[in-house]
């Protein structure tokens, strides 16, 4: 069993940073962790992963070069760093944890992340 709890969801400008965390309780050592972003009216889309156990890391294009996935083993918290925010950033995150083979079966209940223009 793992719980996964958002935070640092904020209301911002374009060109701002906002950091997010995600404190996760249980065993994720040999997890994949992901941040998915839900922007309105629109379906759930895959921002970034990381390998908890050897920390490899991917990204979907249009974060590639802004956000940077990272995690801290003795909090078991993985953290989503953003930089140079775009209004078209805006979204519920959700943080998740799941497997190489790119299932995800635990989510958190997301944080809201609003660029303003």
């Known amino acids: 069993q793992v719980q996964l709890a958002e935070s640092g969801g904020e209301l911002v400008q374009a060109g701002d940073s906002l950091r997010l965390s995600c404190a996760a309780s249980g065993r994720i050592s040999s997890r994949r962790m992901g941040w998915f972003r839900q922007a309105p009216g629109k379906e759930r889309a895959f921002v970034a992963a990381?390998?908890?156990?050897?920390?490899?890391?991917n990204y979907a294009d249009s974060v590639k070069g802004r956000f940077t996935i990272s995690r801290d083993i003795a909090k078991n918290t993985l953290y989503l760093q953003m930089n140079s925010l775009k209004p078209e950033d805006t979204a519920v995150y959700y943080c998740?944890?799941?497997?190489?083979?790119?299932?995800?079966?635990?989510w958190g209940q997301g944080t809201q992340v609003t660029v303003s223009s």
């Open positions: 990381l390998d908890w156990s050897g920390g490899g890391t």
């Open positions: 998740a944890a799941g497997w190489a083979t790119e299932i995800y079966d635990y």
